[in-house]
């Protein structure tokens, strides 16, 4: 008897000369809707599968596989004689491989006003249904799922291959659940479900890396299936090494931040993933000037991120640092030259347009995770208290907002000290507020004099602000919501500092 493949996919890439493979190899085939059309057009010999079941398809071709014909051939326990007695009791004929993938949901989903019906009718029933019936019965049945199996299989048609069918089966059941997970979070986002019973997340791999934080732990690097705007994960790598683990947290912090700025050139120099400099200027060669002058020294080996096209004249100064990674959302003709010429500088071309993407961020702690929505938390100056006897200069608030926009980003304790649109001091990480001022004060030097200072979350004790006063602050934004905020403020008084308070904290742990 000949034994029997079914061929049923959506993605036709090589999908004739897998056939022709199996017809070579003395199987028969049977297929069903396009993929019976192709096969045909091919000039191939194959089977309806309305010819196997003795039912037309119905309801729009909502049904078509579902039925005892075809699972009953899938599913059959070649070994057991009763499963083989039922067989020819009802004249049903074994399948021996299955190759199917299925309706492009995912791809349905991301076209542009895409209709609520357009989505349903994009969901598979029969695709997913007979690739776990095969997927359940690897001991006797292939299962293909991706067309860059498709050889492989080949390859293996005279050889009991039991590992590989189990190998292909595992893929199966990982393609299914990403599929369920892809309609599950669609649903989840249409029902306006923001706390569900179950997280059913799905991740694509991007890469396998060289090694993780550190050369004893393994590391792999997965995306979303649905990312909107800029993203590490679907950036594309003009020059370079290939990421690692450090390089890629380290450029996802430098785009975060970034992507803050929109209305003037603004560069961003990371490091261990805590921005050392950021610059804002009327040419993104200024801006970029004005983050390296904020700390020269933290901005080697470091990682840039950039919010203007890379010019000749920026790209000049890159190269003369010793850099990582260089982010930026396009890289002129000459500018790409040059800094290609440093064969191991990864280039990184991506959005870094702000954006209200609300992706899910994910921490994993031991036996289990964390999940919380990104923050998108921005103020504006109108929504700016003025606590102090002081208000603002239309200077100073400008600058105050541009130090927000940074500290929120800055691992807590943080302190962000400001001034003429650039980071002059940065604190970050400490275990006490007083530790991350000193810090940044101490990087700042005599450029505090005059600046203005951010923090990440409110004053529980006066003594930043009289530190923040010897240091010659002249402004300050905070969250406010401490019982002693009247203390800082006194303190405020006392120095003549102006205060702000936003409403709203930046813990960054």
Request: proline share 4%; net charge negative.
């Amino acid at each position: 008897m000949k034994k029997r493949a079914l061929l049923s996919v959506s993605d036709k890439t090589g999908l004739i000369d897998f056939a022709k493979g199996l017809i070579e190899a003395g199987f028969e085939l049977i297929s069903t809707g396009g993929t019976l059309s192709t096969l045909q057009e091919a000039g191939l010999e194959v089977l309806p599968v309305s010819a196997v079941t003795n039912f037309e398809e119905i309801l729009d071709g909502r049904v078509k596989t579902l039925h005892p014909m075809i699972h009953g051939g899938l599913l059959a326990r070649r070994h057991l004689p009763e499963h083989q007695k039922q067989l020819e009791q009802f004249n049903i004929t074994p399948i021996d491989l299955v190759a199917v993938n299925l309706y492009p949901f995912k791809e349905t989903i991301a076209k542009p006003d895409i209709t609520e019906q357009d989505a349903i009718e994009n969901i598979d029933i029969g695709g997913p249904t007979m690739l776990r019936a095969a997927a359940k019965n690897f001991e006797s049945v292939t299962v293909v799922v991706d067309p860059a199996d498709y050889q492989q299989v080949l390859d293996n048609l005279g050889a009991d291959s039991l590992e590989l069918r189990k190998k292909l089966a595992a893929k199966v059941f990982r393609h299914t659940a990403h599929y369920d997970a892809l309609i599950a979070e669609y649903f989840t986002q249409l029902t306006d479900e923001i706390d569900p019973e179950v997280l059913t997340l799905t991740y694509e791999k991007v890469d396998t890396l060289r090694y993780g934080e550190n050369p004893h732990q393994s590391a792999s690097f997965y995306k979303e299936a649905e990312i909107q705007g800029g993203s590490i994960a679907h950036a594309k790598q003009l020059n370079g090494k290939a990421l690692s683990y450090n390089n890629i947290q380290d450029a996802n912090a430098a785009l975060e931040i970034v992507m803050e700025f929109s209305e003037q050139p603004a560069a961003v120099a990371v490091k261990h993933m805590n921005p050392c400099g950021v610059g804002i200027g009327a040419t993104i060669e200024e801006a970029f000037q004005k983050a390296y002058d904020a700390d020269p020294i933290s901005i080697f080996g470091g990682i840039i991120a950039l919010n203007r096209e890379v010019d000749l004249a920026t790209a000049k100064k890159l190269k003369d640092i010793f850099l990582e990674i260089i982010i930026a959302p396009s890289f002129a003709e000459e500018a790409l030259a040059l800094l290609s010429e440093k064969p191991n500088l990864r280039l990184l071309e991506t959005s870094v347009e702000p954006d209200e993407f609300d992706s899910k961020k994910v921490v994993s702690v031991r036996g289990g995770l964390l999940v919380q929505n990104r923050d998108l938390g921005r103020v504006e100056a109108d929504d700016l208290e003025v606590v102090t006897d002081n208000a603002p200069t239309a200077e100073q608030l400008e600058e105050l907002l541009f130090a927000w926009k940074v500290v929120k980003h800055v691992k807590s304790n943080a302190i962000v000290v400001a001034k003429d649109n650039q980071t002059v001091g940065v604190g970050a990480g400490q275990m006490n507020r007083v530790g991350a001022a000193k810090i940044a004060f101490e990087q700042a030097g005599d450029k505090a004099i005059g600046a203005v200072l951010a923090s990440d979350a409110f004053f529980p004790m006066p003594d930043t602000v009289e530190n923040a006063a010897k240091a010659g602050i002249k402004a300050i934004i905070q969250p406010g919501g401490s019982k002693r905020d009247q203390d800082s403020i006194d303190m405020c008084n006392k120095y003549g500092i102006a205060m702000v308070m936003t409403g709203m904290r930046h813990f960054k742990h």
